[in-house]
């Protein structure tokens, strides 16, 4: 049974410790790739090291992440768009929008994640979208945006089938994390509606870890997790989401 992480930050410094076997795990629960998204121009260089020790396992994304969108986000769309120019990414991200820690640079967010998906058309790349506590926002954004060039995927989706129809409607994927194993996270009425074909699985390591690690450090090894939780609401074979996410992945990003 092969698996993908379609989101991990494997490269922070929470990992600096045992990252080696962190690694191990992954191999032995079946994980055979892992997409890195950038978060800002501090995170490039440890990302890129990291796709290069685990090459073939490790791939790496240029963006910007909107929590680090500020007064100077012109510099660091800079450097993302000297990185993109240079060296293949599978994806422009994560990107999008967030106005759940701080709504001070909406304007800022919305005019960065413009000019990224510009770059994701003109690389001919997929992007990766943030869009926490902003989801309709995010969406109303891409429909303005969309065209024959533009594809990706709403990571940590933890919408409504309502949001879910729009996401599939623009054949964008919905990426499925920790969040579906928590008891009061509600996705539990959604994920039997979503249709497996544009379902990805990711972890968004470190963070989100499902249950029963909740709360303790989220690693992709836990993917298998988040996989076995979609395949029980469903009522289907682990199996059949292991096959139908990775092929999912593979579509998306190239692999």
């Not at 049974?1 to 929470?14: F, G, P």
């Not at 009425?189 to 303790?216: A, C, F």
Request: aromatic letters at 10%.
């Amino acid at each position: 049974m092969v698996l993908t992480d379609t989101h991990a930050h494997l490269y922070l410094e929470q990992f600096d410790k045992d990252r080696g076997e962190v690694m191990e795990r992954v191999s032995a629960s079946g994980v055979s790739k892992i997409c890195l998204p950038n978060i800002d121009h501090s995170s490039i260089d440890s990302m890129l090291q990291m796709e290069m020790d685990y090459e073939g396992v490790c791939f790496a994304a240029m963006g910007l992440h909107p929590c680090s969108v500020k007064k100077d986000f012109e510099k660091e769309l800079y450097l993302v768009e000297d990185w993109l120019n240079k060296k293949k990414f599978i994806a422009v991200g994560e990107i999008g929008t967030d106005l759940y820690w701080d709504k001070t640079f909406q304007e800022q967010q919305e005019e960065a994640f413009k000019i990224q998906v510009e770059w994701a058309k003109k690389h001919q790349l997929p992007i990766i979208i943030h869009c926490r506590e902003s989801i309709d926002w995010t969406i109303d954004l891409v429909e303005t945006l969309m065209d024959d060039h533009l594809t990706g995927v709403f990571h940590c989706f933890s919408g409504n089938e309502a949001q879910a129809k729009r996401i599939e409607q623009l054949g964008f994927y919905m990426g499925i994390g920790g969040v579906a194993t928590f008891k009061n996270g509600g996705m539990d009425k959604v994920i039997p509606n979503l249709p497996l074909q544009r379902l990805l699985i990711e972890t968004d390591s470190p963070y989100l870890s499902p249950v029963p690690h909740r709360g303790k450090r989220n690693e992709s090894a836990y993917v298998a997790l988040v996989a076995q939780r979609i395949a029980d609401l469903k009522e289907i074979e682990l199996e059949e989401v292991a096959r139908a996410t990775t092929s999912n992945a593979s579509n998306l990003f190239g692999w």
